[in-house]
T-cell receptor, first 115, second 112 residues
Framework: DADVTQTPRNRITKTGKRIMLECSQT?????MYWYRQDPGLGLRLIYY???????NKGEISDGYSVSRQAQAKFSLSLESAIPNQTALYFC??????????????FGAGSRLTVL | SQKIEQNSEALNIQEGKTATLTCNYT??????LQWYRQDPGRGPVFLLL?????KEKRKERLKVTFDTTLKQSLFHITASQPADSATYLC???????????FGGGTRLMVKP
């Protein structure tokens, strides 16, 4: 099983619908992140969480909300989806490597299309 | 705000040559810089990290340099192979481990 699992992998929805993207991890890391990727714009941070009681806005949080249900679960919601939220969404955890450096482990991504 | 620039144009090189990718940043100095590889339809995968007090870091055919005066990192792949074809992202930690900021990535194409 993957260390970071995202569901769904692909989703097509209509404007105004509520969408939830889910993420679960088996790394045992406290830190979890949601990024959005658009062509040419790289990865932009939406929200991040350092533990169940700690939620922080990232660079582009407007129109999104998150929930950290447990150490291993971090979900991203679009309350009312709009077309410019069409993108590839990545969940990631952050923790130490063998060398002690903190690096990100990403899920496989969730491709969302809003019509 | 921090700005990270990577060449948005694809880099095409011949197999066996050395590929060199550039990451430039402005404003604040990061504590360290990371490089990730991303294949189509997949999430980025960590490759190398270099700290601000390190000039160079190597791992197998990969080499990263970090010049805090020029505010630039260079990522080298020696003896490149078609399997090295991917998009390479640099990421900087400007906030003491709280979050990484990514560049737009450079796509590398290695032709046999």
């Amino acid at each position: 099983d993957a260390d970071v699992t995202q569901t769904p992998r692909n989703r097509i929805t209509k404007t105004g619908k509520r969408i939830m993207l889910e993420c679960s991890q088996t790394k045992g890391h406290d830190r979890m992140y949601w990024y959005r990727q658009d062509p040419g714009l790289g990865l932009r941070l939406i929200y991040y969480s350092f533990d169940v009681k700690d939620i922080n806005k990232g660079e582009i949080s407007d129109g999104y909300s998150v929930s950290r249900q447990a150490q291993a679960k971090f979900s991203l919601s679009l309350e009312s989806a709009i077309p410019n939220q069409t993108a590839l969404y990545f969940c990631a955890t952050r923790g130490p490597t063998n060398s002690g450096a903190n690096v990100l482990t990403f899920g496989a991504g969730s491709r969302l299309t809003v019509l | 705000s921090q700005k990270i620039e990577q060449n948005s144009e694809a880099l095409n090189i011949q197999e066996g040559k050395t590929a060199t990718l550039t990451c430039n940043y402005t404003n604040y100095s990061p504590a360290y810089l990371q490089w990730y590889r991303q294949d189509p339809g997949r999430g980025p995968v960590f490759l190398l990290l270099i700290r601000e007090n390190e000039k160079e870091k190597r791992k197998e055919r990969l080499k990263v340099t970090f010049d805090t005066t020029l505010k630039q990192s260079l990522f080298h792949i020696t003896a490149s192979q078609p399997a090295d074809s991917a998009t390479y992202l640099c990421a900087l930690d400007f906030n003491a481990g709280n979050m990484l900021t990514f560049g737009g990535g450079t796509r590398l194409m290695v032709k046999p």
